[in-house]
């Protein structure tokens, strides 16, 4: 589809997933010292597949997503190591001009904050037009006409006479629906969506929930959604990876998460949640607060916050073990969390 | 919990329009933004009332309200018997000891430029008689104490602290001058979910040791429910549905209620092929200019011409134990497994 990716040995020879993000590795060089965000990150997805990216602030779930679009700033972000392949070509290596080409067509983002991702001053036809104009070099009244066709696919009502409105005139949920229009416009196979639901409120959720979910099954696009909402995850993800500190600490198949957690991040997090039993009593919390990247933790960095922890996890890091099959948990005691979980 | 005779707060037909203008030298009135539009409703000593509700139905205008902060356009505010909105001056200061608040977004609502000391310190400076000066030192660092924070780090400012400590701050503020009742306007929906929980304890923890009683506005239904005695659901300025936690996330009548509670999400993904969801379409009208009779029926399933003409009126309706705003009001076993 893009020209770069029938290069010979670019198309589907290592056998590996649609998008692979291979050990990671981001850091941001501030004044106060060296921000390491992504430290060893691995994923991936396939199409038609929904990966969930679960964690708190600063957990640097976001930052490996713009890493795999192209769009984080550097400086101050550093890649430092790893890779990223996109059907099999590494994307990091990619010149920009050919990177330009996967952005939109082959990876494409809706961010979180739809009225600051929109640019005010220009009406949002025009916006959704633009990626026709540019990657495909349609014309004004052409693109303009599908960009209309694509509103009116993410059930913007009357899209016809909406098509010139700024985005200050539409409603938030409306705002992510033009978002997301402009994701889907040149049929992505990747979408990233990037708490795209965090700014609205739960009726407008659920409509944004289950556009994503049709799109996704109508063009079998692979969906990255970043969030920290354990309730979404459990509505639509087919896999999660947790993060925790720039690591993934524990990955596993949806069900197997919520019923039996592999690590002690995750089982915090199911068991903090508010429940109708549990009504009148302490909640459980885990204590102390999240890492400071300047600062990190030496061994696991969850270990002040962890109840498994011995003095080993103060020394060493913990490596992703392998739990089962497709599940792996970052915690030198995963058995016992395993066993308390499931008891 | 069993209502005492005398409600600390009771709240009779509250309404707060801000006016619509246009022009620029002479301002003329074209409308008006009917933010509460008639709300009632009574809190207990020792009680938490949760408000919940999208964006824009006036929660946060009923919380200015009842701390005075906004004058109502009709309507009452009894405080212990005593009408908040018709006292002044000196009165009214001491009225407000008696009902605090603790902002949403623990990152704003602090001063960069204070100390902590400062900071929870401050009600001492307006109120001057509640703690002598030369107390007020170590009535501040009692207090970082009982919120769970180091009463060294008195002379720190606001960015020393992670986002959980700053709301652990703006809480210990509230508790400064010993009120009776303490409005929490989403005072976890800005912190990381694994912090929620420490605040949410260290609320309920205060609640009992202090007896307060709160009105805790959020938009999380199962943060609320968890804290709350009693839940009123609030659509558009009004209050759709008013009644126990049980009878509203178990046994909700209105189909505003039933419709926000089918579209949370739950967090397990056991059967959600089978859950059944009704989503609503559209968003909510404006307040500016709300659709006649009943303000939901504009996205509502059972609406019927009476809804265009009548407004239903908060009351309790035959087949269920609490009131509802819905002329159609029936419980609906599709929803109410939260």
Redesign the interface.
Known sequence: MVEVLSEPGSRGTTGGALLEVDNLHVEFRTRAGVAKAVNGVTYTVDAGETLAVLG??GSGKSVTAQTIMGILDMPPGKITGGEIRFRGSDLLKLPEDQRRKIRGEGISMVFQDALSALNPVFPVGWQIAEMFRMHRGASRSDAKKKAVELMDRVRI?GAKDRVNDFPHQF????RQRIMIAMAIALDPEILIADEPTTAL???????I??LLAELQRDSNMGLILIT????????V?DKIAVMYGGRIVENAP??DL??NPAHPYSK???E???R?DL?GQ??????G??PNLLDMPTGCAFHP?CPYKRDNCVTDVPPLNTVSGTRGSACHYWREVIDDSAS | MTAPAEPILEVRDLVKHFPLTQGIVVKRQVGAIKAVDGVSLDLHRGETLGVVG??GCGKSTLAKLLMALEQPTSGSVRIKGKDITKTRGAELKRMRRNIQMVMQDPYTSLNPRMTVGDIVGEPFEIHKDVVPKGGRRRKVQELLDVVGLNPDHINRYPHQF?G??RQRIGIARGLALQPEIIICDEPVSAL???????V??LL??LQSEFNLAYIFIA?D???V??ISDRVAVMYLGKIVELGR?ADI?ERPTHPYTQ??LS????????G?EQRE?I?????PPSPANPPSGCRFRTRCWKAQDICAEQVPLLQIREGSSHPSACHFAEVNDAVGT?
């Open positions: 708190e602030s009502p409603s938030g949920g409306m409120d739960v009726t407008v959720q659920a409509q929930m289950g920290h909402d354990l309730g979404v995850v459990a509505d993800a949806v069900h919520y019923r915090g997090l199911l903090s949640i508010p109708v009504k302490e909640l459980y919390a885990i204590k607060t999240p916050r | 999208e964006s992670s959980g400590q990381d979910v694994s912090i929620q929980a420490q949410m304890n309920e923890r938009h239904l199962s943060v429910r968890h936690d996330y419709a926000l579209a949370v999400p739950v967090p397990n993904p056991e959600r969801r989503i609503l379409q559209g968003d939260h």
